[in-house]
């Protein structure tokens, strides 16, 4: 251990392991009591109480669902591809954890960010990551052999590629004003004037939300899912853990989307008392996602799922050249001041 501590490379190497693990299970333990506020603030919406049983408060709700989920039996269809059905549900979930790589949560007393590493063009690594989430869904449903989640891998693929365009514009937007792709910097950009992108950019904040909760499979954008149409979506032959790795994979793209949108929009961790006392922000960067979080509960308890013909028509048809007008304005303003 001596040897290995001596040696700066295999250190560093160390405490970058170490720090990936505490994040992941960090992140976890956020999916967890993720889904228990949202069957909370559901409970709230319509009246009832929902989850009170498990432990106070039905705080105890998570692990009950975990070890239910333990306990069921795991089935595989006896025509599906094997390999690929089982690996499906794990590539999900690895591609939702890969952002928190390169997302700033805070900044150190120096002024360093706090995050497991910095590279230069963050954002891209976090878009490419998003990119290859779509494999998991659609893998998934291709190799269940089945034509209810193939139908449901197809709907997500051609839902995620459309809405990753508009988001995709939409971030460029705010690039524009950083001046940079690194995320610590384009918080920086922010907090060093206290003058957060949400309001110059309010149009691509908008489109960002929507498209976020089209990536997400999130209600009233959850085609992908349609229990009226498609008995249960892409992921209609799982069962137990494998079933339940895609919700776990649902809810942390949820947790990872609201990340980013804190850090183009509000500023990242910036917020009172920053300045003193460093540590701080990152509360405010927890309660800003806790705020785009509760807005997903929102929106899943208010409106209706939309018709599939009409999700798509909404993504090319009007968030694209909306996007693409809010583009072109934010270039020419940046260019002529």
């Avoid at 006896?78 to 590539?91: E, G, Q």
């Avoid at 063009?121 to 990119?131: D, E, N, Q, S």
């Avoid at 899943?300 to 909306?322: C, E, H, I, Q, S």
């Amino acid at each position: 251990m001596n040897a290995l501590l001596a040696n700066p490379s295999a250190k560093e190497t160390l405490i970058v392991v170490i720090e990936s693990l505490v994040m992941v299970f960090v992140v976890m333990t956020a999916f967890a009591y993720t889904m228990l506020a949202e069957r909370k603030v559901l409970g709230w919406f319509q009246m009832r109480l929902g989850p009170t049983w498990c432990g106070p408060w039905g705080l105890l709700q998570p692990a009950a669902d975990a070890v239910k989920l333990v306990l069921k039996e795991d089935l595989t269809p006896s025509t599906a591809d094997k390999v690929i059905y089982k690996f499906a549900p794990a590539l999900a979930v690895l591609t939702a954890l890969l952002a928190w790589a390169v997302i700033p949560i805070g900044v150190q007393a120096n002024g360093d960010p706090i995050a497991i590493a910095n590279p230069g063009p963050g954002i891209l690594f976090v878009l490419a990551a998003a990119a290859i989430g779509v494999y998991g869904v659609s893998l998934g449903g291709w190799a269940s052999q089945s034509k209810w989640p193939l139908l449901g891998a197809i709907r997500s693929t051609a839902q995620m590629i459309s809405y990753e365009l508009s988001m995709g514009l939409a971030v460029v937007s705010v690039l524009l004003l950083a001046g940079t792709t690194n995320l610590a910097g384009i918080a920086a950009a922010q907090s060093a004037h206290h003058f957060w992108y949400v309001i110059p950019e309010f149009v691509a904040f908008v489109i960002y939300g929507i498209t976020a909760t089209a990536e997400t499979n999130r209600a009233p954008f959850d085609l992908p899912e349609a229990e009226t149409e498609l008995v249960a979506g892409f992921h209609t032959e799982y069962s137990s853990l494998r079933f339940g790795t895609f919700f776990v994979a649902e809810y942390i793209n949820m947790i990872t989307v609201s990340a980013i949108a804190a850090v183009l929009f509000l500023g990242g961790g910036d917020g009172p008392f920053v300045a003193q006392f460093p540590l701080v922000s990152v509360l405010w960067f927890v309660l800003k996602i806790c705020f785009f979080i509760f807005m997903f509960f929102w929106v899943r308890a208010t409106l209706p799922r939309l018709r599939y013909d009409r999700l798509m028509a909404f993504g090319w048809k009007v968030l694209l050249p909306v996007a693409v007008a809010n583009l072109i304005v934010t270039a020419a303003v940046v260019a002529l001041i």
